[in-house]
């Protein structure tokens, strides 16, 4: 038997991050617990968990340090407040029955400590740490977190430390902003000025890449900051090395031709999948989108039904082929973005059919009022999806 807990606590730099696996002593725990208490490297000693010196906690725990000990300071901040902190939760869970007494001589923990180099606070250090283990010890016990926890918020979450957020498009619709217009610096002021939503995707368009390059996806993403962005490469060929070039300047999704050939569409999505972006595919001039979709042996997140600039005078867009292609593929997570003459008059009649991204380009971006253009979208799609979420940690 064995337990997993984890556990993130307090602010730089007397963090505390507590990683812990509690076992039985005949088990596979006992014997990691064993062979790491008598291992002595250099900066790694690991060291009992006591109340006070002489007074060791139970059920046993051995404190093994993640950061390098270079010196006597560091040796103190882990043999001293680091140490009381974890020996005092473990002793602490016991008595409020976290823990159950009749295990005290069967199990034992494995807790991996950090202690910051530039942490000064002793009574930082120990609260911090003291915290941190008794939530990972609780989280432990009660097999934290579940799945419907990790589901709910894997798209949601941002890590303190990393500091930025990975967005993925998991509850549309949303709305793509075509940055279509090939100078670098006026795009970038138009990002400055649409408002601040997570239901905002940018897009780097065909002119603009083809006048900067794929590099211009990171001089956006210096702009846009926690956005989603997708390089509309309008991929025809060669579908893995142009998702590859996209995926290294930080694309989160790339575009390929619904003309392009099954072969290069299959190799395309294959790469797609592989490096965890997401497949576009965008439908332009496609006599027949679903029969494309059908050949293909793995469907792409995306797919656009697109009117080209030069043909939005002359055609309609077919609000039909979305329910069509979502009966279709039903059991399929694919999303459905609609691009060619999309205005705020009919956004209600896009959305009711059932498009779950609408893609805008000179709308907004020609727009003498960028703010207020979006945000003629914006309030027809909806509110930030995390606009009244309540932390409940």
Same mark, same amino acid.
């Given at each position: 038997?064995? %337990? ?8 730089? =730099?007397? !963090?505390?991050? /507590? ?15 064993? *062979?790491?208490?008598?291992?002595? #490297? ?9 109340? @006070?010196?002489? %007074? ?16 006597? #300071?560091?040796?103190?901040? $882990? ?19 976290? $823990? ?11 807790? #991996? /400590? ?24 609780? @989280?432990?016990?009660?097999?934290? =977190? ?9 798209? @949601? ?14 509850? =549309? ?7 279509? $217009?090939?100078?670098?610096? @006026? ?41 989603? !962005? ?26 390929? #031709? ?6 290069? %569409? ?22 027949? =989108? ?55 008059? *009919?956004?209600? *009649? ?44």
């Amino acid at each position: 038997m064995y %337990l997993i807990g984890e556990a993130l606590v307090g602010k730089e =730099p007397e !963090i505390a991050h /507590v990683d812990l696996v509690i076992g039985t002593k005949d088990g596979p725990v006992g014997q990691a617990f064993a *062979n790491n208490i008598g291992n002595y #490297s250099a900066g790694h000693t690991p060291l009992l968990a006591v109340v @006070r010196p002489n %007074l060791a906690a139970k059920p046993y725990t051995l404190v093994i340090p993640k950061v390098t000990v270079q010196d006597i #300071s560091d040796a103190a901040k $882990i043999f001293g407040p680091a140490q009381a902190g974890v020996g005092k939760a473990v002793v602490d869970a016991v008595e409020e029955g976290v $823990i159950p007494k009749d295990v005290l001589d069967d199990w034992v923990i494995l807790c #991996s /400590v950090f202690v910051h180099p530039d942490a000064k606070d002793y009574r930082k250090i120990y609260q911090y740490n003291y915290g941190a283990t008794k939530l990972a010890i609780k @989280r432990a016990l009660t097999k934290y =977190p579940s799945l419907e926890k990790i589901m709910f918020d894997k798209d @949601r979450a941002t890590h303190p430390i990393m500091g930025f957020r990975i967005p993925r498009l998991w509850m =549309p619709p949303y709305l793509q902003i075509a940055l279509d $217009i090939p100078d670098l610096e @006026r795009t970038k002021r138009i990002i400055t000025e649409v408002p601040k939503s997570d239901r905002v995707i940018f897009e780097a368009g065909t002119p603009l890449i083809k006048k900067y390059g794929a590099s211009v996806i990171q001089e956006l993403r210096d702009v846009a900051k926690n956005v989603f !962005i997708v390089a509309d490469l309008k991929t025809l060929d060669v579908g893995q090395v142009e998702v590859d070039l996209a995926f290294d300047e930080t694309a989160d999704a790339v575009v390929a #031709s619904g003309l392009a050939s099954l072969q290069t %569409l299959d190799n395309f999505i294959y790469e797609t999948k592989r490096l965890g972006i997401y497949a576009y595919v965008d439908m332009m001039d496609v006599s027949s =989108p679903v029969k494309v979709l059908e050949s293909l042996k793995e469907l792409p997140d995306v797919i656009i039904l697109h009117r080209g600039i030069d043909a939005e005078r002359g055609s309609k867009t077919r609000w039909d082929l979305i329910k069509e292609i979502k009966t279709k593929f039903k059991d399929a997570k694919l999303l459905v973005a609609v691009a060619g003459g999309i205005e705020p008059s *009919n956004v209600t *009649n896009a959305l009711k059919a059932g498009a779950d991204i609408l893609i805008v380009g000179r709308y907004i971006t020609q727009s003498k009022d960028i703010e207020h253009s979006a945000e003629e979208f914006l309030t027809q799609i909806g509110l930030d999806m995390d606009l009244f979420r309540i932390h409940t940690e």
